[in-house]
C-alpha cells in the first residue's frame, strides 16, 4: 500500500508541475483579506485513523437532517485501504466514528467521490479499487438503528473501471455514476487506444425479490475527441427534477480540453448532449480536473476548470439553458499556480469553493464570490497553512450549514493525515 501510495503522489505532482510551469499571473478582482475564522472540528493521524492523502477525491461532505457529517478517506483504516467517517456533535465537541474501514479480505478499496445518502438513511459510494487488480465497484453502507453498519458490494462486475465520481440518486431509488476508464474502445489519434470511460445505471432489486442483485447497465459509452464526445468523465454526477443528468470529461470534446454533458433519458434509452465544448474562445477555462458541477433553482449549472481562462489560473463559470441551448459564461478567472478544482456550492446567491495552492502561505484557500455590479469579485475567506496543525493543499470542496458555516477536509494537519474544518463568518 506504501508503494502505491507514493505513486499516487509523485503522479499527481508531476501533473500540477507540468501543467503550471508557465502560469504566474497577479489575482484580479480579488479581495485577499481574510474575513472569517478556522475550526479544526478533527485531526486525522492515519491508521487506523483515516488518511486523506493528496490523491485527488474532489468530494464533498455530506450533512444529514440532524447535523452529522459524513465522508471518506482515501487511506487509512485497520487494512489502509480507506474508510467511511461521520462527525457528530456531542457535548459541543465533534466526535468521529469509523463507520466502514476498506481492504479486508473479498472488501474494496480506496474510496473516491462524495458520499449520498437516502431517505432510509443508507450511504452509497465509490470505489477506486475494487480489489488489488484495481477494478473499481459501487458500495452500499446500511445502519442498523444500534450503531452498526453492513457493507454490501452492489457491482462486482469486471467492467466498472476506475469509478471516481460520486453518486447521483433518483426518486425510484436508481444510482447513476460514471468511470474514467471502461467502455469500448474511443477514437483517439492517431488511432484508438484507449478507453474513455462510461456513464452507468445501478437499478436494485424489485420490492419483495429474494435473491436478486442491483441491475447495472451501461446509458452512456465516451467516444473521445474525434466524434466530438467527451473523455474521462471523473466528476459527481448531479440529477435535475426532470430526471436529467449533468456532469464533465477533464478531456475530449471539439477541443480537448473537456466537457459538460447532459444524458436525457427517453423511451429509446438515453441522449447525450454536449452542453459546452472548453477551450471554445480566448479566456474560455479549460479542463474540468475532477471537477462536479453543482446547480441553483433557476437550473443554472456551475463549476470549476483547472486551467485557462483570461490570467491562465483556471476558472469558475456558469452554464445557463436559452431556448435549448446552453449559453457559458466565465464568471471569474483565476491567477498563479492555484488549481482550482473543486465543486463550488451555491448558497445565498454566492458560490463558495476552494483552491488547492493560492492564499497567504500558498497552501490553499477558501473563497466566496459575489455578484456586484454585474462582475463576480473573489473574497478569500481564509488561506490554509497559516499555523503548526493547520490543514494544507484542499482538493474537496465545502457545504454550508444553515447559519453559513462551511465545512470540509483537506491534507495536512498535525499528523501529515489531514482534517475536518470549519470556516466561520
Sequence with gaps: MAKYLSYKRRAIASIAISWGAAIGLSALLAVPALA???????????????????????????????????????????????????????????????????????????????????????????????????????????????????????????????????????????????????????????????RCGVVFELSPPAKGAKKEKWKYTVIHDFLGQNYGDGQWPNGNLILDGAGNLYGTTQYGGAYNKGTAFELSPGPDGWTEAILHDFGSFAGDGLIP??????????????????????????????????????????????????????????YNSKLYGTTFYGGTANRGTVFELSLSGGVWIEKILYSFGGAPGDGEEPNSGVIPDSQGNLFGVTGGGADYAGIVYKISQ
Design 36 to 194: 472569517a475564522t478556522e475550526t479544526i472540528l478533527h485531526t486525522f493521524t492515519g491508521e487506523p485513523d483515516g488518511y486523506s492523502g493528496y490523491y485527488p477525491q474532489t468530494f464533498n461532505l455530506i450533512e444529514d437532517p440532524a447535523g452529522n457529517l459524513y465522508g471518506v478517506t482515501p487511506y487509512g483504516g485497520f487494512y489502509d485501504w480507506g474508510m467511511v467517517f461521520e462527525l457528530s456533535l456531542q457535548d459541543g465537541a465533534w466526535v468521529e466514528t469509523m463507520l466502514h474501514s476498506f481492504g479486508a479480505p473479498g472488501d474494496g478499496g480506496v474510496p473516491e467521490g462524495s458520499l449520498i445518502m437516502d431517505k432510509a438513511g443508507n450511504l452509497y459510494g465509490v470505489l477506486e479499487g475494487y480489489k488489488l487488480g484495481g477494478v473499481g465497484a459501487v458500495y452500499e453502507l446500511s445502519p442498523d438503528g444500534k450503531g452498526n453498519w453492513t457493507e454490501t458490494i452492489l457491482t462486482p462486475q469486471r467492467d466498472v473501471h476506475e469509478p471516481f465520481g460520486g453518486l447521483a440518486l433518483d426518486a425510484d431509488g436508481n444510482l447513476y455514476g460514471v468511470t474514467q476508464l471502461g467502455g469500448s474502445l474511443c477514437q483517439t489519434k492517431p488511432k484508438p487506444k484507449l
Design 289 to 346: 480536473f475532477f471537477a462536479s458541477l453543482t446547480s441553483d433553482i433557476g437550473g443554472n449549472l456551475y463549476g470549476t476548470t483547472w486551467q485557462g481562462g483570461s490570467s491562465g489560473g483556471g476558472t469558475v463559470f456558469e452554464l445557463s439553458p436559452n431556448g435549448g441551448s446552453w449559453t457559458e459564461t466565465v464568471l471569474y478567472s483565476f491567477s498563479g499556480n492555484i488549481y482550482p478544482m473543486a465543486p463550488v456550492t451555491f
